[in-house]
């Protein structure tokens, strides 16, 4: 049972390759190394004892994307990761974000229409709620309008795929919509690899403790919270590859009667950033560099999620802690920094 993954050296990407090899599932990686590199390749071969099948080149090629649908015509699924996903980056490059998300996105659904590939997993994020009236938030949570081209991209993105789904019966989805993942792999062997300084907090809270960033600042102290910053639903890595890993065997043993599915991916618990700088402490030993400083503009104030539908009906739940999420994204960012 052969399933594409696109974006599958990226951060969620690469861990979700992992868990579908160890699940008996051959897999073939696109990926044009944008914000990622080929030793991950190696990695995930290290850990998994298989090497992915793998082709480097941009999915917004239309002309490459089709040639390679044809050629791999027995996909059962794809699981498409591969987007430009830096928010604030997306409100100075709007063209460059509306292009690569939803053109790659077309071609795919292009290629799966010409050649029969039923299954996709759709990498969808919790940006599409915005600040929401209500909380916890639900799947059927409105769709508020998007604070930034990225969060745009998406909400576009899962309209293409419903639309595409009425229009030519044989396509299903499901849309997974992220809450904020951190944390690495166990064996340290993949992680997150920000380009450049992190826009995320827990790559920067990892770089300012290893020492390549001088402090962390901690973005707004007089929310509305128990301790005045702001809260996100954290989910490790792992929990939310193994999540993409259930998703395509739910749609290939055609478990649901419907076309297009959504599920939110969290923990359901809500953390402060304080909450998250106080495990690292706990669990690295380490004294974290860090001041308050103004809020960061266009962060919503608090965010988390109802994950009983997903618990229910997709029968997966996160199941990692907060001190394990920020071990292991601890011990990443050291073994990164041996291996330099
Ligand atoms: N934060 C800091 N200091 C930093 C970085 C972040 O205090 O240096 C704070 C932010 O202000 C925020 C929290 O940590 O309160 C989490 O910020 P992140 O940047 O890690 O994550 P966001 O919640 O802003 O964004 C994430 C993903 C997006 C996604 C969005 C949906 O990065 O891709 O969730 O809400 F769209």
């Keep these: 049972m052969k399933i594409l993954v696109t974006g599958g050296t990226g951060f969620i990407g690469s861990h979700t390759v992992v868990e579908l090899q160890q699940k008996g599932f051959d897999v073939v990686v696109v990926d044009n190394f944008s914000n990622s590199n080929p030793e991950v390749l190696d990695n995930i071969e290290k850990i998994s004892g298989i090497r992915p099948e793998f082709e480097a080149f941009d999915l917004i090629d ?8 044809k050629k791999h015509y027995e996909l059962q699924g794809v699981i498409h990761f591969a987007a430009f996903k830096a928010v604030g ?10 292009r690569n998300n939803l053109q790659s996105l077309m071609n795919i659904l292009d290629g799966m229409r010409e050649n029969n590939i039923p299954n996709l997993v759709f990498s969808s994020s919790c940006t599409v709620y915005g600040q929401p009236d209500d909380l916890p938030v639900k799947e059927t949570s409105p769709i508020k309008k998007a604070w930034s081209p990225y969060g745009n991209t998406k909400q576009i993105s899962e309209d293409i795929i419903t639309d595409t789904i009425t229009a030519y019966v044989g396509i299903r989805a499901i849309a997974l919509r992220y809450f904020n993942p951190i944390g690495a792999h166990d064996s340290a062997l993949i992680g997150e690899l920000p380009l450049g300084v992190p826009n995320n907090l827990m790559p920067f809270i990892t770089q300012t403790a290893i020492g390549l960033r001088p402090q962390l600042s901690v973005f707004g102290s007089d929310y509305n919270t128990h301790d005045g910053t702001a809260i996100r639903d954290y989910i490790h890595v792992v929990d939310l590859a193994q999540a993409h890993v259930v998703a ?6 055609k478990i649901s009667e419907k076309s297009f599915e959504v599920f939110n991916l969290g923990t359901g618990n809500g953390l402060s950033v304080l909450d998250v700088i106080n495990s690292f402490e706990k669990t690295s030993g380490q004294k974290l560099n860090y001041i308050l400083v103004d809020r960061r503009p266009g962060d919503v104030e608090q965010v988390w999620a109802d994950t009983s539908f997903a ?7 996160a199941v990692k802690t907060v001190d394990e999420m920020t071990s292991s994204a601890w011990n990443w960012e050291q073994a990164l920094s041996k291996r330099k």
């Design 89 to 98: 980056e997306s409100v100075q490059k709007p063209l460059t974000y509306y």
């Design 311 to 317: 618990n229910e009906v997709l029968g997966w739940k």
């Design 62 to 69: 239309q002309t490459r994307t089709s040639a390679f649908f």
């Design 248 to 253: 395509v065997e739910r749609m290939i043993g």
